[in-house]
């Protein structure tokens, strides 16, 4: 869907035409004036008619059912329950984040929920220990999330963040529409929640009683696969408990043309330090 047919499907015209259009899905042109057309809008609305009017097409939400992932399962599940939610099954989940996730799954009524687990062949080539994550994180990111999270959007014009500005650096100029440019599809990727910060998150959990994730209160304010998430000290970063002692700060799923085919065999002579 293009610029002109956004507008028009706002003002209620069709909204796609009836051929095999192999051309990317939106352009950056498109993302610029979803930009345009809601700013200012709040949250909820902005999302409602997004949702509402299919102005993005076939639409997932991306979950990790992290540490602040209610909130909008939530806003989703109030609009449309029905819209499928994709979460990376990794295999090296905390027990404590399945647990929730199959707890806010029930109580918030998602009827779509698709657990995506890599792939297994993949997994035995590429890392039969399951210890890759110790000495080549980024190939073990590769291989438990962007792969398959790629081969999920394949079906999909757009995906749902829940990715906040306050989060990191590397997120602190999102805008709430973008086109991902992990592959050459041209989805849109949707960030509403870019502008909030931690009181509206804090606040959105009580007023809608959002059961939290239990990690949180033990001191994990971001919550990624088990070996490569610890506490994080008062003061610090939120996403600094992740990938500690790495440079690495994005797991890649939002990595521009980190959807690969394959990942690279290490040299012969890698020796990892454990």
């Not at 991306?62 to 939530?74: C, D, Q, R």
């Not at 792969?147 to 590397?170: E, H, V």
Request: hydrophobic share 40%.
């Amino acid at each position: 869907m293009k610029a002109e047919q956004i507008l028009r499907a706002a003002a209620g015209g069709e909204r796609a035409i009836d051929r095999i259009d192999t051309r990317a899905r939106f352009g950056e042109a498109d993302a610029i004036q979803l930009n345009r057309m809601f700013r200012g809008t709040d949250t909820v609305e902005m999302l409602t008619t997004v949702l509402k009017e299919q102005l993005a097409g076939d639409v997932a939400v991306v979950s990790s059912f992290g540490a602040e992932s209610a909130v909008l399962l939530h806003l989703v599940a109030s609009i449309d329950p029905s819209i499928p939610v994709l979460f990376l099954d990794t295999g090296k989940h905390f027990p404590e984040t399945l647990a929730y996730r199959d707890l806010l799954a029930g109580r918030l009524g998602l009827t779509d929920l698709r657990n995506l687990t890599p792939d297994a062949a993949a997994l035995a080539k590429r890392d039969e220990t399951g210890l890759r994550w110790s000495y080549d994180p980024d190939g073990c990111c590769a291989i438990r999330k962007v792969q398959p999270l790629a081969a999920a959007l394949a079906g999909f014009d757009a995906s749902i963040t829940g990715r906040k500005a306050f989060q990191a650096a590397t997120r602190a100029n999102l805008p709430r529409f973008e086109i991902d440019n992990s592959d050459a599809h041209g989805r849109l990727k949707i960030n509403p929640l870019v502008t909030w910060k931690p009181d509206d998150i804090a606040a959105y959990i009580a007023e809608h009683d959002l059961p939290a994730h239990p990690l949180v209160a033990e001191g994990y304010p971001s919550i990624g696969c088990s070996p490569c998430t610890v506490k994080v000290a008062a003061g610090e970063d939120p996403r600094a408990g992740r990938w500690r002692g790495w440079s690495k700060t994005e797991c890649g799923i939002h990595v521009p043309g980190a959807a690969p085919g394959g990942i690279g065999d290490l040299p012969p002579d890698f020796d990892p330090v454990f």
